[in-house]
């Protein structure tokens, strides 16, 4: 099959993306298909391939990172790219797109939706879903109606000089608030504060004007749970030092580890579980998708959802990478199968 993947993009998370595209591009070489990788927000558009040898990829995310450029103008780039440029017909050509985006277009839909309009079959989440996952506050409130056990939260916007909300207040009496955007999933600006000024500090990070979720701090243990082919893969616990799973911790595999399997007591593993797969079904993901649900425990040890992501990340030492781990699948496994999802009718999916 020929499988185009994308990574790299305009986002912050870029590197990561980098990274993430050339291990599921190896894996896909593997498996016997005719791989390309495209960046679609390069000066010039990087392709590499078709290739069907591993020794053909690029070794590191460096050989792919190109020049430094800011975000806007990446994002021009990468509309051109994907929409007149050179991508377009690369991407028609495929049998399948396989979006390694990290954040940005490739996570809140735009990429996906490009995708639709042009009629080209990709991995993943639909464009809907993917753009209601970004959103935290949709996504909180729906999961509350599914039944899924959720934090309260209250909106708040960097920049503002209004007063801090009286809910806030009170949840700052008893203990730390976390603060961070209501968009994205990379806690790029994931924040906790403990009094007043700390909030304020928290809140100036962002841009003005954008948007912000405040919530109560959780002080005990973080899992996460992965959906894939309609079924739940086994819990995975993040332990970190400090008190936060922030970007900076979450992109450096020495700063955190993923353990899988997790001897939990049966009814925590299962309560997990259930509600995983309850939030992914609330975001209408079904059985060709994909998804990583992320908890964090109540000082009484029950979990909270803290998100959805419809686009999970795909290093190996992902938290998806490491379930599949934990179910006895191989990394060439895990991203066989996701292909596998979404492979056109007539079409091998697995190709070695």
């Known amino acids: 099959m020929k499988i185009v993947v994308l990574c790299g993009g305009e986002s912050p998370e870029r590197d990561v993306s980098l990274e993430s595209g050339l291990a599921v591009a190896v894996a896909l070489v593997e498996l016997g298909h005719e791989v390309q990788v495209v960046d679609p927000a390069a000066a010039e558009p990087v392709r590499v391939g078709p290739t069907a040898i591993e020794s053909e990829l690029p070794r590191t995310a460096v050989e792919l990172r190109g020049p430094e450029l800011d975000e806007g103008k990446r994002r021009e780039l990468m509309l051109a790219a994907l929409t007149t440029g050179p991508v377009l017909p690369l991407l028609r050509d495929a049998d399948l797109v396989f979006p390694a985006l990290h954040g940005g277009w490739g996570g809140d839909g735009h990429v996906q939706a490009l995708l639709e309009m042009a009629g080209v079959p990709f ?52 203990g730390p608030v976390v603060v961070k955007s209501n968009t994205g999933t990379s806690h790029l600006e994931l924040r906790v504060a403990d009094d007043a000024d700390g909030l304020a500090r928290a809140c100036s990070v962002a841009p003005a004007g954008e948007e912000l979720i405040a919530t109560p701090f959780l002080p005990g243990r973080e899992f996460t749970v992965s959906v894939i082919e309609d079924g739940v893969l086994p819990v995975v616990e993040i332990e970190y030092a400090g008190r936060l799973f922030d970007y900076e911790t979450k992109s450096h595999p020495q700063t955190a580890r993923c353990h899988c399997p997790v001897d939990l007591p049966y009814d925590l593993d299962e309560g997990l579980r259930e509600q995983a797969m309850r939030a992914h079904r609330a975001l209408g993901l079904g059985a060709k998708d994909y998804s990583r649900v992320d908890f964090r425990c109540d000082g009484r040890g029950v979990p909270h959802c803290l998100e959805v992501n419809a686009c999970p990340g795909l290093r190996p030492l992902s938290g998806l990478g490491a379930a599949a781990a934990g179910a006895g699948w191989s990394y060439r496994e895990l991203v066989g199968r996701v292909v596998a999802l979404r492979a056109p009718v007539g079409v091998p999916a697995l190709a070695g």
């Open 123 to 174: 991995a993943g989440a639909p464009s809907a879903q993917c753009s209601l996952a970004w959103d935290k506050r949709r996504t909180l409130a729906l999961l509350r109606e599914a039944g899924v056990t959720v934090t309260d939260s209250v909106r708040l916007t960097a920049g503002s000089d209004r007063p801090m909300p009286q809910q806030v207040s009170q949840w700052l009496a008893q």
